[in-house]
C-alpha cells in the first residue's frame, strides 16, 4: 500500500500524478486537486475547470479577473 500525500491516508488503491516534474502519489481525485489545482487570485477558491489568465495571474472566472481590475476579460463573446 502507498501513501498519499495529501492526507497521509495508507490506502492499497492510490495512483499517481505527474505534473512537469513534480510527481505525486493520491488516494482521491479530492486529495489531487487539493494538491495540484492552481488558486483563484482573488477569491481563493481550486480552479478545477480552464479559468482565466491575464498577465500571469489565474482566476476562476472573469468576474475574479475583473473584481482585481483587470480589463477586456469575459466569460462569454
Known amino acids: 500500500m502507498a501513501r498519499c500525500?495529501?492526507?497521509?491516508?495508507?490506502?492499497d488503491k492510490t495512483f499517481t500524478v505527474t505534473k512537469g516534474d513534480r510527481t505525486g502519489t493520491y488516494d482521491s481525485f479530492e486529495c489531487a486537486a487539493q494538491a495540484l489545482a492552481p488558486v483563484?487570485?482573488?477569491?481563493?477558491?481550486r480552479i478545477l475547470g480552464?479559468?482565466?489568465e491575464s498577465e500571469g495571474d489565474i482566476y476562476c472566472c472573469a468576474s475574479c479577473a475583473r473584481s482585481s481590475g483587470e480589463r477586456g476579460i469575459a466569460d462569454r463573446v
Open 50 to 52: 480552464h479559468g482565466v
Open 5 to 11: 500525500d495529501t492526507c497521509g491516508n495508507d490506502y
Open 40 to 45: 483563484c487570485a482573488w477569491c481563493r477558491v
